[in-house]
């Protein structure tokens, strides 16, 4: 799976794999909410500090509860959402649901 974070600085568990990297672009940017709000200046500026990272699969990209440092979105893969309860979900690319946030940083869900 690969995913964009704008500020990264999360711990290694997440363990990056290599890969093919997916451009963080101006137009990527614009179909993310909320972040395609923002005015075009910023949207420039985000997208030159943004990063994609590609994850092995079972990587735990955040757990509910714990603050994060950035913002999480779904460029490429599936994902899956488990909260521990019987309300888990997957989130694939290319999908309304990967338009938005996969996490926040107070650790919140889609």
């Known amino acids: 799976m690969t995913v964009m974070s704008p500020y990264s600085s999360r711990d290694a568990d997440l ?10 672009t101006l137009a ?12 075009a200046e910023v949207l420039e500026a985000f997208a030159m500090k943004s990063r994609a990272e590609r994850h092995a699969a079972g990587a735990v990209l955040a757990r509910q509860g714990e603050a994060l440092d950035s913002i999480l979105y779904l460029l490429d893969g599936i994902v899956l959402m488990d909260a521990g309860s019987q309300s888990g979900y997957t989130v694939e690319s290319r999908t309304t649901r990967s338009h938005f946030p996969l996490c926040a940083s107070d650790g ?3």
Request: no cysteine; aromatic share 4%; net charge positive.
């Open 108 to 110: 919140q869900t889609v």
């Open 28 to 39: 990527l940017l614009k179909t993310l909410f909320p972040v395609r709000e923002l005015p």
């Open 15 to 24: 363990r990056t794999v290599q890969g093919p990297a997916v451009a963080v």
